[in-house]
């Protein structure tokens, strides 16, 4: 849409100014102008042809439960996924030797012999068993058309590029096809045409009623003529008959690394029909003649906490699919797309469009790169967006390595939460595009970590408080795992703790800070009782630790105080202290995390102008200078730490370490890229990375992730970036407009949120600003920037702000176009 329709005139505005009369006025024009006609390619994935592929199926969820929908039309496939499905039970595998031998290892790691901490790290400290569980899948509704025969099963290689091969399917577009994800709605659909019948199937996932819904029309009566059956690739499973027209597949999780199978699972499958008959035929529901078919399929194990496997699946499938039948499915859609829709709406993002948006999704991702598209951008924030509603929800497990989609039962890196960045990048953009409630899972995780972390601090390290190192899985194990190249960084739970923080920043709810304290207190706790003396500097620094998988060419990744720990604690202890300070509580806590603080080792630049990884100027002898974590930026994005304005000579430093680093990288490590040049203020290098990121070599044809393989981080990543760019907060200060690329000279966002509790509204046209709306939920003050222009602003809960784009307009700043080389 046009951002004109908003706008105040400039010699309105200006006229204003001159008289001195307020810049607040009537909030009006910029909601009427969000909510003009939507266009279709901003919100539906759609695509001329079946998926044959598990990367071109498109997801479906409500954060427990999650389907991939691939649209065929002879055979379909649905594959589930039920969120506590993981291998294994519940385990603590700190090693024993670990505490005993940790003296041992810091003297080795100060006294610069890496390769023989490395190697002791590896016989005492790492966990056992050294792998954590993975998450696996439940299995595949298949839906057959009758006297057609059957597919090829679900299958999908190792690397996770190749799956669900379906050779009785074309792979070309067809007449009369269509399939598509509406993600306004949240709902999956296919429409076909066979011999003179109209055939239509819809998929969805509720949240109120706990069932996947899969409803089949047809435009005659009596063509409804399928097979329905469960697939799995568990070993210890099987399909029973259920009750009237069901079937169930039930059986117990997978073990693994010698952690034996726990929990016990369910899914109940029920046909409900219109018309002709439906009847249970060995492991086979037949339907014959239907007007229309409604299948519900209700998933669940016996997980209740890390620590109690004693649910009872058969009662909560039974329960579930009873209620969804009683209802009906129109009550059941209805309910799942309000819900949805409730969440998704908040956000309306205008970046422009050109003819290349009426194409199919996969040939529009295939042109990426190229291509000028930006209303792929925009889509592509709104998936991310629709992903995380659908991944994590109140009560569910939070999003893992693939948020809650996948087929195989072991997946690349086990699909687990890996929190040495993309745990964390999976939220980073829930605060600022307006899904504060999706990150309840994630704080209920970290209420778990506090719990098992507790028990590692003491059996490891002798300390108080809690620690996770670099990852964790559904049964909250924290110890190292993998390899001390890896492993051996004990800040993941320091830095979930900031994500705690954010919760209260954006909110400014002290009842929720006040519930969270405790976990951040307590991390804070841990690195005061472990932190050492650097006794070449004098600074206290973590050790052992790492650079996150980053071997720094002496030996091993195995160091004292990297750059990353350093800030990650800077946040940690500032974070606790001012909680502390905001509930009035434990003020000499506070000032011992004030003072452990001033204490860390300082960021560094080193002799090729860059910011320092490590304490050493070991940059230009990595073992790969390109590599794909760019852990030292930590202080630049996520956190606040480096500015351009606050820290001039570091904000240098840190470009020069994004120019070394170069701009390609794996599909997460991508789009942090994006999210640090934003951060930098280069909004045409950000956009330059971002057209990369959503191109066929990062984007797969579903517009899922391609690490490769498939990783939902980097779509969430790619988010967050896409929003610093037209939206910063640092403390009580609003920046508009930050890093606008040339590329969307005009456009509009509504329903963006910055810390201090304001929900901001945006239009630009030719690249300047024309309008801002802020709209606070507190009182209080603070103050927006254009530019080099701030304004004051005092806050009254509920009452928008209007600004007049024309008291903003500084002269546009120089902008690389493209990388340098």
């Not at 598990?54 to 039309?73: F, T």
């Not at 890496?114 to 966990?127: F, P, Q, R, S, T």
């Not at 577009?173 to 509406?182: C, F, K, S, V």
């Not at 934003?678 to 690490?707: C, E, Q, S, V, W």
Request: aromatic letters at 8%.
């Amino acid at each position: 849409m046009s951002a004109r329709g908003s706008d105040i005139s400039r010699r309105d505005a200006m006229a204003m100014l001159s008289a001195g009369t307020s810049l607040a006025v009537p909030a009006v024009g910029m909601a009427a102008a969000a909510n003009s006609p939507s266009r279709v390619s901003d919100t539906i994935l759609w695509y001329a042809q079946p998926a044959v592929r598990w990367v071109e199926a498109l997801p479906v969820g409500n954060g427990r439960i999650g389907a991939m929908v691939h649209g065929g039309i002879d055979h379909e496939y649905i594959q589930l996924n039920e969120d506590t499905m993981w291998a294994g039970g519940p385990y603590d595998p700190v090693s024993p030797d670990a505490l005993p031998a940790l003296a041992d290892v810091r003297r080795l790691v100060f006294a610069g012999k890496y390769a023989e901490a490395h190697a002791l790290i590896g016989a005492k400290l790492m966990a056992r068993p050294l792998l954590q569980m993975p998450y696996g899948t439940i299995g595949t509704l298949v839906i057959d058309r009758a006297g057609v025969p059957a597919g090829t099963s679900p299958a999908r290689s190792s690397n996770g590029t190749t799956s669900m091969v379906t050779p009785l399917e074309p792979a070309v577009p067809l007449a009369d096809y269509r399939r598509e994800l509406d993600l306004n709605a949240a709902v999956a659909g296919t429409r076909w045409s066979r011999e003179g019948t109209a055939f239509h199937r819809e998929v969805i996932a509720s949240p109120r009623d706990q069932v996947i819904a899969v409803r089949l029309s047809a435009d005659r009566t009596g063509m409804i003529d399928v097979d329905l059956s469960m697939v799995s690739p568990l070993k210890q499973c099987h399909v029973d008959p259920g009750r009237h027209a069901e079937i169930v597949l039930l059986g117990r999780n997978e073990s693994s690394s010698g952690i034996a199978s726990a929990l016990h699972f369910e899914a109940r499958v029920r046909a409900v029909a219109k018309g002709g008959s439906v009847r249970v035929v060995g492991d086979h529901i037949v339907v014959r003649g239907a007007n229309e078919l409604v299948v519900l399929v209700a998933m669940a194990t016996s997980y209740r906490r890390f620590d109690d496997v004693s649910g009872d699946p058969a009662a909560i499938t039974r329960g579930h699919i009873d209620r969804a039948a009683g209802r009906g499915y129109a009550r059941i859609a209805r309910d799942a797309r309000a819900a949805h829709h409730a969440l998704f709406s908040r956000v309306k993002l205008d970046l422009g469009r050109s003819s290349g948006a009426d194409r199919p999704t996969d040939r529009r991702i295939r042109d990426g790169e190229t291509g000028d598209d930006p209303a792929l951008a925009t889509l592509y924030f709104n998936y991310a967006r629709y992903l995380l509603i659908t991944s994590s929800r109140p009560g569910s497990q939070p999003a893992n390595l693939q948020g809650i989609w996948n087929d195989v039962t072991d997946p690349p890196w086990g699909g687990k939460y890996t929190v040495n960045i993309n745990t964390q990048m999976n939220y980073w953009p829930a605060e600022p595009t307006n899904l504060a409630e999706c990150v309840e899972p994630l704080v209920a995780l970290v209420r778990d970590l506090a719990v098992t972390g507790a028990r590692t601090a003491k059996a490891m390290y002798g300390a108080r408080g809690w620690v996770c190192h670099h990852n964790t899985d559904l049964w909250r194990a924290t110890a190292p795992i993998d390899g001390p190249e890896f492993g051996m960084w004990q800040t993941g739970g320091a830095w979930l703790c900031t994500h705690l923080w954010d919760r209260y920043d954006y909110s400014r709810d002290t009842a929720y800070l006040a519930s969270v304290y405790p976990l951040i207190r307590d991390a804070a706790l841990f690195f005061v009782d472990i932190l050492q003396q650097d006794p070449s500097s004098g600074f206290l620094v973590t050790n052992p630790s790492l650079s996150p998988e980053n071997n720094h060419g002496h030996g091993s990744s195995i160091c004292a105080g990297p750059t990353m720990d350093m800030s990650i604690l800077r946040d940690l202890f500032d974070q606790a202290a001012k909680a502390a300070s905001i509930l009035g509580l434990d003020a000499d806590l506070a000032k011992q995390f004030i003072s452990t603080r001033q204490r860390l080792a300082p960021f560094k630049i080193g002799a090729s102008g860059q910011l320092q990884e490590w304490q050493e100027d070991w940059d230009a002898g990595a073992e790969d200078i390109h590599h794909r974590h760019v852990s030292h930026l930590y202080g630049v994005y996520p956190s606040q730490q480096i500015g351009a304005r606050a820290t001039p000579a570091l904000a240098t430093a840190a470009r020069r370490s994004l120019d070394i680093r170069g701009d390609e990288a794996t599909g997460w490590a991508t789009a942090w890229r994006i999210a640090l040049w934003a951060r930098l203020g280069d909004g045409n290098r950000a956009h330059h990375i971002l057209r990369f990121l959503i191109g066929p070599k990062r984007t797969y044809p579903n517009m899922f992730d391609a690490h490769p393989p498939f990783q939902i981080d980097g779509n969430f990543g790619g988010a967050a970036a896409i929003a610093e760019m037209l939206l910063r907060c640092v403390d009580d200060e609003i920046v508009l407009l930050p890093a606008l690329p040339d590329a969307w000279a005009s456009g509009s966002v509504t329903g963006l949120r910055a810390r201090g509790a304001c929900e901001v509204a945006l239009s630009w046209h030719g690249g300047r600003l024309t309008r801002a709306t802020v709209t606070p939920s507190r009182d209080g003050a603070a103050q927006v920037r254009y530019g080099e222009v701030v304004q004051p602003l005092q806050l009254k809960a509920g009452q928008p702000i209007d600004l007049v784009g024309a008291a903003f307009n500084p002269p546009k700043r120089a902008q690389s176009v493209v990388a340098p080389t």
